[in-house]
């Protein structure tokens, strides 16, 4: 009876504290997630304290200095100046907040496995810091049963705290798509799976306060699969579309002609376009750690294993590609300028994660290529196998100095017209050069 | 000089009787899309001459009897009261037509290779009989490079004629969509690929006068790949949600409601629902016919392929499930009684063709299961293996007879309540009890 009273007492505590937005959020990493995340609720006048183990990002959050493209810099210093948003590296402050959500990264490590440090670091930190009557909520991608088979059990061991009585948890993936101006974070519908329908209710009153639109599924296991089945779709239609585009070449047919006219079919059809490869943080990514865990179950998901196999093979067979162009003119790759325009891994944004670029580059590198890049949104960057490079100035002497121009990433800001009159052989990875008839020194994928 | 204007006069003859619709258009094949698009084209005055091998179809024709569910009853009476449309078994009157539309079978062999031999018949009569200043299009889904290097040199030995003087390819994919209420021949934009221009423009005058979107791409093999891009699409997400929907069942998660999820994404995502396997005339053969040619390029196309086992498992993997589902009521197939509901390969239409439901009939039948079906759209069937059913009524002593109740269609018509609340196992393949609560008898894809 009194420990009825108790569950009844502390989730009636959080429901008022979020009614009457006196509560306070604490949410562990402020990156491409966490920090746009941030800002929606203080914009709405919630406290937010942010969790960063970096600390250059919390010294930029002190100083009112934004470093996520999302985020609007005069939104930022807005919200930091007034006081809703503020910053640390101490990790016991957690015990400060009322809900704490977890936007942490989930990579794969060296074998494709789930690297699931980031995830168990952060609850033991909760475990060991917050106090009773929390609701918990994580937005990164992983495997489904990770919130109720992994975190629960870890949290509740490092705090002595009972699910559903002392503290709730949740899952609510992130749809954070960079670049994209129509839809951030407060306008793109969210996801909740809280475990239990008290989880549910605390999580659908929290993020009310700074989303428009929330869609509750039955439990975070099913929120889990949503994230990845959106981005298993992304990762089998790209690839789906990189290997017949492989196929395209070979049969001189021009895949982007054919998509282009598959498109004025009125149903049943979304267009996917071919390039060199997946890139970012979860197409590349969050298929695999669903692949992981059906392994679990005997069971083998075999469209993505596929998928991942073409992807695999992209940067080499892209290699190859700019190989057989330089042999039109008799050259090799070996002591070849080869000048990469693009290194995000796609249009317009300034991230290169996972980006197929850097993959290419190091495969040039190695047959002894000279590797150099272009990209006005990245001014250097470390490849996957530790080469360092700096942006160069796209100049016409650069363009006519070097021995093959590769268009890896298709920024809308590029002079490609001029690029073309001015280069030697491209190779066109992304369809850059459509409608510019040069079929002479213009290599398409 | 005199040959060019021969070849001149040839193709302006053809476009003013385009012009003046005074142009008589010939159909071979009065099928599923043949026979919509004979009625479009005779509705607008034009006149049609229908080739068809099937003396019952031409006799049903003649009368004004429409057996196609797409079309009309009143239009097809219509057009073949007022003359515009007539049909004959007699080939060699490809000798009055100006204009000879090909709208031929192009199934798969039981080896799951292209069988060919009704687009050679086609062209070998067409190359026998037609006059000279002709365009020949062919609509059927096949192999990009078939229209120019398949059917061009069968018309060309056949008639003795050359293309492009003395007549004109096209290859313009069918995309009737069975059932769909709202896309049906003459509002769905049609692709257009002519070989060489002046193909591309008699192709696009003659469409132009059923059809209300052209779309012309640079070739016949463009065309030929758009449509097998559109279904190969179609095949890779069907069979990757099959595949989640079986690790779905082994993690118990719903994968029904993770989908109605994912559909609150705003952006870059195309909901495909699970069911017990592919079937119709298109997705389950036009992404074989690009995997046959890319065989001839050295290309392996590992996407379909591996759709293509998960597609040829999931039959198999049904039958699991209703062994399971009997299994909970201590019986084995062997000697049960399973009634299928709806063996039509998607509801609401009248069409079994490559249905799972006969695949599945048959796997339960070998196993000594008694089976029966219910279909309100098709009244008898035969199935792959040869055995043949006539449709049961749906009455309650029916559904309190059998042991097992399988939903393998979801036609709308079904009262679902009344068959939950009569049946005893109910194996439902298809989300046809969506919202029905009544866990002990159901058993869920």
């Known amino acids: 009876m009194s420990k009825g009273n108790i569950k009844m007492s502390y989730k009636d505590t959080l429901l008022g504290k979020i009614k009457d937005k006196s509560i306070k959020v604490g949410i562990l990493g402020l990156g491409y997630v966490g920090l746009p995340l941030a800002v929606s609720f203080a914009k709405k006048g919630i406290n937010v304290l942010g969790f960063e183990k970096a600390p250059k990002k919390k010294e930029k959050i ?75 909520s994580l937005e990164s991608t992983t495997y489904p049963t990770t919130t109720e ?35 951030k974070t407060e306008n793109t519908p969210k996801v909740i799976g809280g475990l239990g329908k008290d989880a549910n209710e605390i999580a659908v009153a929290l993020y009310s306060l700074a989303i428009k639109t929330l869609y509750p599924v039955s439990s975070p296991a099913a ?11 992304r990762l089998i239609n790209i690839s789906m579309i990189n290997e017949i585009a492989l196929l395209c070449g070979k049969m001189d047919i021009d895949l982007w ?20 490869g997946i890139g970012g943080h979860c197409i590349p990514l969050d298929p695999f750690y669903l692949e992981h865990i059906a392994k679990n179950y005997q069971f083998d998901l075999t469209m993505i294993h596929t998928a991942g196999q073409i992807d695999n093979l992209m940067p080499h067979r892209m290699t190859i590609k700019i190989n057989s ?30 980006s197929p670029a850097l993959k290419i580059m190091d495969e040039v590198a190695k ?4 590797v150099m890049y272009h990209d006005p949104y990245i001014p250097e960057i470390t490849t996957d196998e530790g080469r360092e490079y700096k942006s160069l100035d796209l100049t016409d002497s ?25 280069a030697g052989i491209i190779v066109d990875l992304r369809n850059a050069t459509d409608g510019i008839v040069d079929g002479d020194k213009i290599y398409k994928l």
Chains 1, 2 share one sequence.
């Not at 870890?154 to 009972?162: F, H, Q, R, T």
């Not at 929120?223 to 779709?233: C, P, R, S």
């Not at 054919?258 to 996917?272: L, N, S």
């Not at 363009?399 to 009159?421: Q, Y």
Request: hydrophobic share 35%.
């Open 398 to 422: 650069l363009l006519k100095e070097v021995d093959c121009v590769v268009f890896t990433t298709n920024h809308s800001d590029f002079d490609v017209k001029n690029i073309v009159a001015k």
């Open 257 to 276: 002609e054919v998509i282009e006219a598959a498109k004025t079919k009125p149903y049943g059809f979304q267009a996917f376009y071919p390039g060199p």
């Open 367 to 370: 047959k002894n290529g000279i």
């Open 62 to 136: 002190d100083k009112g200095i934004n470093y996520i493209a999302d985020v609007e810099d005069a939104d930022l210093a807005k919200v930091v100046n007034d006081k809703s948003l503020s910053a640390t590296t101490d990790f016991s402050r957690i015990s400060e907040c009322d809900a704490v959500i977890v936007c942490v990264p989930t990579p794969l490590d060296k074998f494709k496995k789930p690297d699931m440090t980031y995830i168990e670091s952060a609850c033991n930190d909760i475990g060991k810091y917050m106090k009773k009557g929390v609701l918990v």
């Open 325 to 354: 162009a330089l042999n039109r003119q008799k050259k090799a790759i070996n002591g070849a300028k080869v000048l990469f325009l693009g290194v995000a891994y796609k249009p317009d944004i300034d991230d290169e994660r996972q």
């Open 223 to 233: 929120a889990e699969m949503v994230k990845i089945l959106e981005n298993t779709y």
């Open 149 to 183: 088979g992994f975190m629960r059990p870890i949290i509740e061991k490092a705090s002595g705290c009972k699910h559903g009585e002392e503290f709730w948890l949740c899952f609510s993936p992130e749809r954070v798509d960079p670049g994209n101006e129509e839809y």
